[in-house]
Structure formats: structure tokens, C-alpha cells
């Protein structure tokens, strides 16, 4: 197992976040993710529009996970309609 921050970027309506971030920790449990870690950094102004949105909700997950569930996190994550945007980032130790 090794040890991700995932950076998930949500939209700022209160159900698109709600159900967002539970899509995403069951998506995390489902393939066997255990988060250390949650801070929510808040809502800030995106460098560039994405899916017509100028601003998102900033959420940060510590996860250990296995490295060849992260692909297909990938994956399931590219499906869910409530992010604006996510990066996995492997933290070195």
C-alpha cells in the first residue's frame, strides 16, 4: 500500500459537493482505500473554466491504496458527474 494525496476540485452547489464527496469515499472503500487524512481547503477561484465554472471547492484525501487501484479509480472517477476535477499525487517517504 502507499500513501496519495488525492486533490479533488467539486462544484460549489451544496448537493453537488454532498454528493460528490460521498461518491468518492465509497468509491475509495469499494476498491479497498483507507483515508488518513481529510481537509477541506475551501472554496477558491479555478485558473481556468472548467465544465462553466469559474470556482470549485477544494477538497484534499490522504489515502493509502494499492498502486494498481489507482488506474482504475481513474476511471470510475472520469464517470462522476458531481467532480470538477481530481490528481492522485504519490507521496514519497
Do not use: S
Not at 494525496?5 to 461518491?23: M, S, Y
Not at 475551501?42 to 489507482?70: M, N, Q, S
Request: charge should be negative.
Amino acid at each position: 500500500m502507499r500513501r496519495y494525496e488525492l486533490t479533488v476540485i467539486f462544484p460549489l452547489e451544496e448537493d453537488h459537493h454532498k454528493a460528490g464527496r460521498e461518491q468518492v469515499l465509497a468509491d475509495l472503500a469499494a476498491q479497498g482505500g483507507e483515508i488518513e487524512k481529510t481537509d477541506e481547503i475551501g472554496d477558491r477561484e479555478l485558473a481556468y473554466e472548467i465544465k462553466k465554472r469559474r470556482r470549485g471547492r477544494y477538497v484534499l484525501f490522504t489515502v493509502l491504496l494499492d498502486p494498481t487501484k489507482v488506474a482504475v479509480l481513474d476511471r470510475v472517477f472520469k464517470l462522476n458527474t458531481h467532480l470538477l476535477k481530481y490528481l492522485f499525487v504519490n507521496i514519497e517517504e
